[in-house]
């Protein structure tokens, strides 16, 4: 926190929490306060709902290696204009993060570019390579506590095994990406049940994902480890997580924006927009899906957040990279998807986007809620509001934006993390 931060104060009035009181907030010396101090800026809230700030779990930020897709800068910029307070990076970076030099670099870079908290994420094994694991329990000994090795499934089930024992052993979570590279490999880029075959592009075959899942469910039982399953995208992956969970295993899952609102149809239209990893599926896996987050056998949304510099985009579909933006959405794809058709409410969302991703990913001083004490992250929301989106409105380098022209939600009004505005619409 900055000696800035500390000096100043706020209150914000009139805005609604996630149960429907109308509250007014105080904060001061980067924490919520009981009382307004002298001198304090006021925050006028009326009509607007305040909620925990929100975190990630899953987003890719690019640096070090790819600054042209992205920068720590560019994407925590994103990530504030979506609402969110922190956010953990994933290890696919040049170089990959897999030591617990890569993960000091990381944060020193974090401490002098980035708008909110940056967490890194440790590779599971050595430069994602899946053949020898990295020093978890060294990098879990300096605070890293999510292991993934995401852009790519660990395949082999004897690391995978080993990965979730250390996990157990040093309380970190493994986040797999579940994707079965035997079945599913590297050209495989449309879904094989709904739309791959007419449109004549590699097909990526619904059980190359949920059975990854089943088989590290079960791993995870034999070991106690703790597995988070990323991106679920099918409705077998969701049955897999919810007999799991009814069995007692130690798992977690998330959705990512784009799953829960967009469908394999928008492939039709030729745009590499819609290229995404695993693909964009049928409506009845996207309905699962937005299921599984009623019935919370999906616990969170990590967004997944994967820009691209057009070069790699502006190519046939085959070739071009898999990855949306999605930092700037997230909200407006749950709330499109499930707040505003009334299957969810207020504190599903505060659940969905701050309190289960904060727990999960053992995130510091975040997704403890607005109680005094607690430190001052929140986000204020505008329940009602839509706008249609355009790519070149984002923060964020990437302009592979899912979302562009399509009617939605634009929710967000301030965002403040640690006491700071960190974003103001
Ligand atoms: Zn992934």
């Not at 924490?31 to 305040?50: M, Q, R």
């Not at 079960?218 to 919810?242: D, F, I, K, N, W």
């Not at 898999?322 to 794809?333: I, R, V």
């Not at 380098?397 to 022209?405: D, E, F, K």
Request: glycine residues 8%; contains cysteine.
């Amino acid at each position: 926190m900055t000696e800035q931060a500390e000096q100043k104060a706020f209150s914000i009035r009139g805005a609604m929490d996630a149960v429907g009181n109308i509250v007014d907030l105080h904060v001061a010396r980067g924490v919520f306060v009981a009382e307004a101090p002298e001198g304090s800026e006021l925050i006028e809230a009326d009509g607007l709902v305040v909620l925990p700030g929100f975190v990630d779990i899953h987003t890719h930020l690019r640096e070090p290696g790819f600054e042209a897709s992205e920068t720590i800068a560019s994407g925590t910029a994103a990530a504030v204009a979506g609402g969110y307070t922190a956010v953990c990076a994933m290890a696919n970076t040049d170089p990959v993060t897999d030591s617990v030099e890569r993960v000091e670099s990381m944060r020193k870079l974090a401490r002098t570019s980035a708008h909110n908290e940056v967490f890194p994420i440790g590779s599971l094994t050595i430069d994602l390579a899946g053949q020898q694991l990295s020093p978890i329990a060294e990098m879990a000994a300096c605070g890293v506590r999510l292991f993934s090795d995401d852009g790519r499934c660990l395949m082999d089930p004897v690391l995978m095994r080993r990965a979730l024992e250390l996990s157990a052993a040093h309380n970190v979570v493994i986040a797999q990406h579940s994707q079965d590279h035997r079945l599913a490999p590297a050209d495989a880029c449309a879904d094989e049940r709904s739309i791959a075959g007419e449109l004549g592009l590699p097909g990526w075959p619904w059980a190359a994902e949920s059975s990854i899942i089943a088989r590290d469910v079960q791993l995870a039982e034999l070991t106690g480890g703790h597995l988070h399953v990323c991106h679920l995208s099918t409705a077998e992956s969701v049955e897999v997580v919810r007999w799991a969970k009814a069995r007692g295993v130690d798992v977690t899952a998330e959705a990512t924006p784009h799953h829960m609102l967009l469908t394999s149809d928008l492939l039709r239209s030729g745009s590499t927009d819609y290229k995404v990893n695993p693909p964009l599926r049928s409506a009845e896996d996207v309905e699962a899906v937005r299921a599984g987050l009623v019935d919370r056998t999906i616990d969170l949304v990590g967004t997944d957040h994967a820009p691209h510099e057009a070069q790699f985009k502006d190519l046939p579909f085959p070739q071009a990279k898999p990855g949306m933006t999605a930092l700037e959405q997230a909200l407006s794809s749950l709330m499109e998807s499930l707040l505003l058709p009334g299957r969810i409410d207020w504190t599903d969302v505060t659940r969905i986007m701050s309190t289960a991703p904060a727990h999960r990913g053992q995130v510091p001083g975040q997704g403890l809620g607005l109680g005094v004490g607690s430190p001052a992250n929140l986000v204020l929301v505008h329940p009602a509001r839509r706008r249609v989106v355009n790519r070149d409105d984002s923060a964020s380098a990437g302009r592979n934006n899912p979302y562009h022209g399509m009617d939605l939600p634009d929710p967000i009004e301030l965002t403040m993390g640690a006491g700071r505005i960190l974003y103001r619409r």
